[in-house]
């Protein structure tokens, strides 16, 4: 039996902190198949506008602190603290911080 640990002090953010930050740890946990992030954003802070259509990846939202929403091409989603969303790879999705706090968000990828 083995375990890694990891944490956000462990690896960059690929954001600028103004807008929050968004640690990829899957390298860090040294994960074959499972990948892992913590994103925060900033209030009016939103992501990239994306899909996994190419790499077929299924995502997992958990928004631990905060609400966002997610635009899905004609329909935006809101997802609140203690809530989940799962993503297929085709869905194309942006989320948003229009809220007054910081959202903290865990996201947990996979491909088949």
Do not use: C
């Amino acid at each position: 039996m083995s375990y890694t640990t990891a944490s956000t002090d462990d690896v960059d953010s690929v954001v600028p902190e103004e807008y929050g930050g968004m640690w990829f740890l899957r390298d860090a946990l040294d994960t074959e198949a499972l990948g892992v992030t913590v994103l925060e954003l900033e209030p009016g802070a939103k992501g990239k506008e994306h899909d996994h259509a190419d790499d077929g990846q299924e995502e997992v939202y958990v928004v631990v602190a905060g609400e966002v929403a997610i635009d899905l091409g004609n329909e935006t989603v809101r997802v609140g603290e203690h809530e989940a969303i799962r993503l297929s790879a085709d869905q194309t999705r942006q989320i948003h911080n229009d809220g007054d706090e910081r959202a903290r968000l865990v996201l947990a990828g996979t491909s088949p």
